[in-house]
């Protein structure tokens, strides 16, 4: 029982659980930037070259050896889309982060108003000060 245990804690921490909802999140989110690659950009570079589908584009050596440039260009788009997402997505966050503290430092920490007791309290202890001088 210590393993199942052990286990329960490993999988209840928070980090984990972020975690895996990064995992989930990004699994479905490769599958959109996949779509956009194999369903938008891939055939607009087609066009281009010429080529029905990008993805096929491959240089045959023989009938047991092709180079498929094709498919590496399009993992290369991929990558590309994947980082420049992320990176907008990580500059996003930092500067929100950014204006978050700035607004914190700026806004000074206000002294907390004190109640009616609080105030007679600290006139009566005022009183006493002078009156003992």
Known sequence: MKILDEFKTFISRGNVVDMAVGIIVGTAFTKIVNSLVSDVITPVISCITGKINMA??????????????????????DFLIISLVVFIMVKSINTLKARYEKKKEEKPDEEP???????????IRDLLKKSTE
């Open 56 to 77: 096929d584009a491959a240089i045959v050596i023989n009938d047991k050896l092709s180079i498929r440039y094709g498919s590496f260009i399009q993992s290369v788009i």
């Open 113 to 123: 108003k004190l109640s009616n007791e609080e105030l007679l309290l600290t006139e």
